[in-house]
């Protein structure tokens, strides 16, 4: 069973920087493509940033420049470094798994940025 747990969202000013992690259990992690979504409230999820089993990674063009998807095969974790954080980046982000045409999901996270 693939279990995904996101880690590292909280409150920070506009400006500012976060870490996001996402560890993967019971998945074949190292030949994924991981995502990060986020969901503001009363909006659709949207999809923030990808990044292949190989590296390669894409991004939304709201966060481009200021987000970096990054994964560590060994530990199983891929990560989101938001900086130059804005208000309009407040939302629960989540961590998915797309695997043999499988998609698994973690709770999510709430990333709140205040101006």
């Known amino acids: 069973q693939v279990r995904l747990v996101e880690s590292g969202g909280g409150l920070v000013q506009a400006g500012g920087s976060l870490r996001l992690s996402c560890v993967a259990s019971?998945?074949?992690?190292?030949?994924?493509?991981m995502y990060w979504y986020r969901q503001a409230p009363e909006k659709q999820r949207e999809l923030v940033a990808t990044i292949t089993r190989g590296g390669t990674s894409d991004y939304a063009d709201s966060v481009k420049g200021r987000f970096t998807i990054s994964r560590d095969n060994a530990k199983n974790t891929v990560y989101l470094q938001m900086n130059r954080l804005k208000p309009e980046d407040t939302a629960v982000y989540y961590c998915?798994?797309?695997?043999?045409?499988?998609?698994?999901w973690g709770l999510g996270i709430q990333v709140t940025v205040s101006s």
């Open positions: 998915s798994e797309l695997l043999m045409g499988n998609r698994y």
């Open positions: 019971g998945s074949m992690f190292s030949i994924s493509t």
